[in-house]
């Protein structure tokens, strides 16, 4: 199947910091990157949407000025928080689609701490 | 209201015995995709079967069956011959309408444990 791969896997930042993850689809171009945040125990909560070359919508309580999504290009969308606080620790994961609409493919994750 | 509700936050089964994992979904959309995935404890997605709301066929991929009643709203996973690395959270999620711009919506997930 398409392989979309995340950077870094794991980052622990202090507070106020910003931290950017990277989401690269390896072997299809991904038109449409999906953004979701997943807190201990709880289900995928969707973020975002980034499109290539346009701004990305983001979902009702998502903070757009936190959260800079970028997406210039087929194969890079990147996830930055910015100062982040402890309650940003999270499990943030992209995904996309590729080829058939059986398809949605997600990265293998960043798990944010922030100190 | 909830998009997908799986009403089973955990659940148990003996090794080589099959397990139904039960997911329903509210849509008004014609056009809808039904996924689930496995979840094990290093946070990965892992993408197990699909259902379009076209299909007539129950979806199938090895172990795993989608077990998809249209009319009431349900696609529960059905996995045979249960083995010890099935251990994990499992999490339903729809696409409606079905096309690439559309998100995924998920399940709060049912955690399935294996036992020997």
């Known amino acids: 199947g398409a392989v979309v791969s995340q950077h870094p896997s794991r980052v622990i930042c202090k507070s106020g910091t910003s931290v950017k993850i990277e989401c690269r689809s390896l072997d299809f171009q991904a038109t449409t990157m999906f953004w979701y945040r997943q807190f201990p125990k709880q289900s995928l909560m969707l973020m975002a949407t980034s499109n290539e070359g346009s701004k990305a919508t983001y979902e009702q309580g998502v903070e757009k000025d936190k959260f800079l999504i970028n997406h210039a290009s087929l194969t890079l969308s990147t996830l930055t928080v910015t100062s982040a606080h402890p309650e940003d620790s999270s499990f943030y994961i992209c995904?996309?689609?590729?080829?058939?609409?059986?398809?949605?493919?997600f990265g293998p994750g960043t798990r944010l701490t922030v100190l | 209201a909830q998009k997908i509700t799986q009403t089973q936050p955990g659940m148990f089964v003996q090794e080589k015995e099959a397990v139904t994992l039960d997911c329903t979904y509210d849509?008004?959309?014609?056009?809808?995709?039904l996924f689930w995935y496995k979840q094990p404890s290093s946070g990965e997605m892992i993408f197990l079967i699909y259902q379009g709301s076209y299909d007539e066929q129950n979806a199938t991929e090895g172990r795993y069956s989608l077990n998809f009643q249209k009319a009431r709203k349900s696609a529960n996973l059905v996995i045979s011959a249960s083995q010890l690395g099935d251990s994990a959270m499992y999490f339903c999620a729809m696409r409606e309408p079905d096309s690439g711009n559309t998100p995924l919506v998920f399940g709060k997930g049912t955690r399935l444990s294996v036992i020997a």
């Open positions: 995904s996309s689609r590729a080829g058939g609409k059986d398809t949605q493919y």
């Open positions: 849509t008004s959309d014609q056009s809808y995709g």
